[in-house]
């Protein structure tokens, strides 16, 4: 089946890539270069982990995740096998997210920094808690077979739009962690003063607000949706017949009324011939 406007999309999903590719590159650069680099040794190279682990999976994994049912090239896959990619793509996010915290708290305890203090802590951990919930209904409802239908139809759009507020939670908690960061560590340039970090950081939120806009631009549109399988019966959620039911009930009866129709139509003609018959035998009589 073609997509609407496939080079529109194909446009949006290179950009997408990309801009999320260039969004990881530059946060190694940053704690690479910038920030002495990578450890686990409960020092501030512990803690660079929590950057680089986020932006890897809970923005730009997450974010293939959310859109991966609308690549065309999938359509012709099975919806159990694209369950399970989305399903997997989600997992792993969601375990490098949880990394991310440990790194940031043993670096807190290590130094003896107090934890969950600030807006972007209770934020961030918000994120992760929702994601983990999501994770557990999408496998537990969607991907194995145990849920009826009817709770999947009703699920569903609680499913979607919770999928989207958590990574747009995501976005808000990245740039208020960058902000948050650069404000303790520059002092010397002042961050202020627009320092090369400070810019070069700056970019990098720009990157990763730019690569949320495409995830949503390119999931909200209802023509890039991929296509309901023909074989597929969802029960509707208010309780109505299954999909596509109606319409095949429409036709039965259709076919019964114009059976019933040519029914009555050859006893009437039977009829009609039997009393030109006797009529017939009257008049030889």
């Not at 999909?243 to 019964?256: K, R």
Request: net charge positive.
């Amino acid at each position: 089946m073609a997509m609407e406007g496939y080079r529109g999309f194909l446009g949006l999903l290179v950009s997408a890539l990309l801009v999320g590719f260039l969004s990881v590159i530059f946060t190694l650069i940053w704690v690479l270069h910038y920030r002495e680099g990578l450890g686990w040794d409960g020092t501030a190279l512990e803690f660079n982990w929590h950057p680089v682990l986020v932006v890897t999976g809970f923005v730009f994994i997450q974010g293939i995740a959310i859109i991966v049912y609308r690549l065309p090239w999938t359509w012709k896959c099975s919806k159990l096998l694209m369950k399970s990619i989305h399903a997997g793509l989600n997992a792993v996010a969601a375990i490098l997210a949880i990394i991310s915290l440990v790194a940031v708290f043993d670096f807190h305890n290590a130094r003896n920094i107090p934890n969950m203090y600030s807006l972007h802590s209770w934020v961030g951990l918000t994120a992760v808690i929702l994601y983990i919930l999501q994770l557990l209904l999408g496998f537990f409802v969607f991907l194995l077979p145990w849920a009826p239908l009817s709770l999947r139809a009703l699920l569903m759009p609680i499913h979607v739009y919770s999928g989207l507020l958590v990574f747009g939670t995501v976005i808000a908690a990245v740039l208020m962690g960058v902000t948050e960061k650069l404000i303790f560590a520059l002092k010397n340039p002042a961050y202020s003063t627009f320092p090369p970090e400070g810019v070069f950081t700056n970019t990098l939120g720009l990157l990763i607000l730019v690569f949320g806009a495409l995830i949503f631009w390119i999931v909200t549109r209802p023509q890039w949706k991929r296509p309901k399988e023909p074989n597929s019966v969802l029960l509707q959620p208010n309780g109505g017949a299954p999909e596509g039911m109606e319409g095949s009930m429409a036709m039965n009866f259709g076919n019964m009324d114009k059976s019933d129709s040519e029914l009555n139509s050859e006893a009437a003609a039977r009829k009609r011939n039997i009393t030109l018959d006797e009529a017939g035998q009257r008049s030889t009589m």
